[in-house]
């Protein structure tokens, strides 16, 4: 740190983010990403983008804003867009956390990291034994919510209604549904926010529909949230979406059932890859998301890690001592979850 830097944040610990190794090619199972390319549609529009890139894009991004409307029921101005449904989580810190916010103790690891750069009080509530979290946990908490539903790193869903018990037992404080992967089982909590004008609902373009590397999420809530939320994103930086990535998620959003199509072969994957997981010894919670969270009696989450990532095969492991058993494997295609069960199955064998 240099003698410059801002005391204010000499606390903040950084989000430390899955490898994205340059040195070999690996069966790469770590970020949760998309096994599967982007629509063409989605290809398509980015390129034509391209050529107009000397410009700005439109600050209110209103065509944009009023297809995901229409994609996802809601009306227009009932949307904000962000360089990631991580930029919408930041702005929800800055907006909304004067009297602090609470999260499950195992979560999304940006959720404190957030709180810190905002300078907001945050609080983690413990989640079960089995990784799930107890929605009275949060019940009249007084403090600003923070849920990713599906829960990551453990793929665990609530049902809507116990998202709506949480959300109307908190009438005071907003509450935020964090629905990075609620496209590969769980049920959106989007209908409710017609309802209730203390949800926001932040999706993300990262997972189903394999856009990760174009950083595209957003917000949807009421109105008035919505328009807190776009004073926050015009004072930060009014283009937060680049041209290129606000044609590409149009595309994507012009391609809806190929997005449905890749989310149902995903989830067959994961089905499949669970069943034979299970039949070798590992345990896990059910996972309603493009992962599978997973630790074996016979070998350490961390050193099983080491030994796939020596044989190529990258997973992701969080060395913190609740979950340092599991390990997250993202699924890939049929073909790259073949290699992982193969090399996870050579590397028991060795042990015996
Ligand atoms: N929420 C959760 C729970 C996540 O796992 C992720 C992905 N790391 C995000 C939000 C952010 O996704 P992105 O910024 O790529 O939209």
């Known amino acids: 740190m240099s003698r410059f830097f801002t005391t204010k944040l000499s606390a903040l610990k950084p989000y430390t983010p899955g490898e994205q190794p340059q040195d070999m090619q690996y069966v790469k199972l770590n970020t949760n990403e998309s096994p ?13 983008a391209a050529s107009s890139l000397m410009l700005y894009p439109d600050p209110e991004y209103k065509v944009l804003c009023a297809k995901i409307a229409e994609v996802l029921g809601v009306q227009a101005d009932q949307v904000v867009v962000g360089n990631g449904s991580d930029e919408i989580l ?3 810190f800055a907006a909304f956390c004067e009297k602090g916010a609470v999260y499950p103790d195992t979560s999304y690891g940006f959720y404190p990291v957030f709180a810190c750069m905002n300078g907001v009080s945050g609080t983690e509530i413990p989640v079960g034994d089995d990784l799930s979290l107890n929605p009275a946990d949060y019940a009249g908490a007084g403090k600003t919510v923070f849920i990713a539903n599906p829960n990551a790193p453990s793929g665990v869903a609530l049902s809507l209604s116990d998202i709506e018990t949480i959300v109307r037992s908190n009438p005071d404080s907003v509450v935020v549904i964090d629905e990075a992967y609620v496209d590969f089982g769980a049920v959106s909590a989007v209908p409710l926010t017609k309802k209730y004008d203390n949800l926001l609902v932040v999706q993300t373009f990262s ?7 174009a950083r595209f999420g957003f917000g949807i809530g009421s109105p008035e949230l919505i328009s807190d939320l776009n004073r926050i994103r015009f004072s930060k930086n009014p283009y937060n979406v680049s041209r290129t990535t606000a044609a590409a998620a149009l595309g994507a959003l012009e391609d809806e059932d190929i997005t449905r199509e890749n989310c149902r072969k995903i989830m067959e994957t994961r089905r499949r890859t669970a069943e034979r997981l299970k039949a070798m010894g590992f345990t896990g919670p059910e996972s309603s998301t493009n992962f599978l969270f997973i630790k074996h009696p016979e070998i350490d989450g961390k050193e099983l890690y080491l030994k796939l990532k020596e044989r190529g095969v990258l997973v992701r492991h969080f060395d913190k001592e609740r979950i340092a058993a599991y390990n997250r494997v993202t699924i890939g295609t049929d073909e790259q979850m073949e290699i992982f069960i193969t090399t996870v199955s050579a590397i028991l064998e060795e042990m015996k």
């Open 90 to 92: 930041d702005f929800a």
């Open 207 to 213: 997972k189903s529909r394999s856009l990760a590397g």
């Open 36 to 48: 599967y390319p982007p629509s063409p549609k989605a290809l398509a529009y980015a390129r034509d």
